[in-house]
């Protein structure tokens, strides 16, 4: 059985002169067993939020929450 990780990645965004920074999710597949860092599943452009992002990382990690619930996960947070 595969182990999920849970991180938020950066993600800079470039609009003619203007730049903003917005925060996504990524799923690594048992990054703590082997200190591989393959990506299984991915949430981008989530929020510019990065400390609400950051909270919900760490419950979808506490919660062992499987990455076919992602986007659910994702959108639940989007509209509370």
Known sequence: MK???YA??????TFGE???TS???????NADQD?????VASAHDVTTDKDSL?????DCNRL???TLHLNDV??????K
């Open 18 to 20: 203007k730049s903003r």
């Open 54 to 58: 950051l909270e919900l990382v760490n």
């Open 23 to 29: 925060y996504g999710i990524v799923a690594y597949s």
């Open 8 to 13: 938020v990645s950066e993600e800079k965004y």
């Open 74 to 79: 994702v959108e639940d947070f989007l509209v």
């Open 64 to 66: 062992g929450l499987s």
């Open 3 to 5: 182990n999920i990780t």
């Open 35 to 39: 200190g591989s860092k393959t990506i």
